[in-house]
Nanobody, 124 residues
Framework: QLQLVESGGGLVQPGESLRLSCAAT????????LGWFRQAPGQEREGISC????????NYAESVKGRFTVSRDNARNTAYLQMDNLQPEDTAIYYC?????????????????WGQGTQVTVSS
């Protein structure tokens, strides 16, 4: 079973950047498509990005498009989420997840492997 561990969250001011990491153990990351999700206080969990196995295809939710960039390094068994120009509405717990479905999706029902989450707080 794939295990995922997120890191890189923290407290930042509006306009600053963070880079989240998602490290995989237990199985090769190469057979999983990766999604990033977040859950803000009082809100439903939101899919924000996905990336194909080879990294050639990516997709983003409108709420983060143009500010966030997803990438992966299969040799290091690690995926990344670069978050630029962070705003208070980005405050949430961020999760990475893996799916073995043969397509990239941001539907959380398709994902069977989840990290524990990392807190991102954007405040002045």
């Amino acid at each position: 079973q794939l295990q995922l561990v997120e890191s890189g969250g923290g407290l930042v001011q509006p306009g600053e950047s963070l880079r989240l990491s998602c490290a995989a153990t237990g199985f090769s990351l190469e057979v999983y498509r990766l999604g990033w999700f977040r859950q803000a206080p009082g809100q439903e969990r939101e899919g924000i990005s996905c990336i194909s196995i080879d990294g050639q295809y990516t997709n983003y939710a409108e709420s983060v498009k143009g500010r966030f960039t997803v990438s992966r390094d299969n040799a290091r068994n690690t995926a990344y989420l670069q978050m630029d120009n962070l705003q208070p509405e980005d405050t949430a717990i961020y999760y990475c997840a893996g799916t073995r479905k043969p397509y990239c999706t941001m539907d959380q029902r398709s994902f069977t492997s989840w990290g524990q989450g990392t807190q991102v707080t954007v405040s002045s």
